[in-house]
């Protein structure tokens, strides 16, 4: 069972920054498919970064140019800046070891096979 442990969601102002930390396993993290997927109230879960096993990313288009994907020893992290009331959420991190490079990329809009269990994001105006 893949274990993922998310946690620096909070409360920050519209124009904000917060980076969030998906803990697991080192080995995870350097050789799974690896994402960020968000549900906002009332609303379908939507995929909002994704890293292969390589390094490379793909964001929604609604992120690009604001959220960073990126990973270190055992940790997933998502960076996040110029934040909005879209950005409202529940943030999960996920991971596929099924995948890999393109097929990864994909998996943005479809989901992953383990999931966390997520952390809180609001923004205030």
């Known amino acids: 069972q893949v274990q993922l442990v998310e946690s620096g969601g909070g409360s920050v102002q519209s124009g904000g920054s917060l980076r969030l930390s998906c803990k697991t396993s080192k080995y995870y993290v350097n050789n799974y498919c690896m994402g960020w997927f968000r549900q906002a109230p009332g609303k379908e879960r939507e995929g909002v970064a994704v890293?292969?096993?390589?390094?490379t990313t793909d964001y929604a288009d609604s992120v690009k140019g604001r959220f960073t994907i990126s990973k270190a020893q055992n940790t997933l992290y998502l960076e996040m800046n110029s934040l909005t009331a879209e950005d409202n959420a529940m943030y999960y991190c996920?991971?596929?070891?099924?995948?890999?490079?393109?097929?990864?990329?994909?998996?943005?809009?479809?989901?992953?096979?383990?999931w966390g269990k997520g952390t809180l994001v609001t923004i205030s105006s």
């Open positions: 890293l292969d096993e390589d390094g």
């Open positions: 996920a991971a596929d070891p099924r995948v890999y490079g393109s097929m990864c990329l994909r998996k943005l809009n479809h989901g992953m096979d383990y």
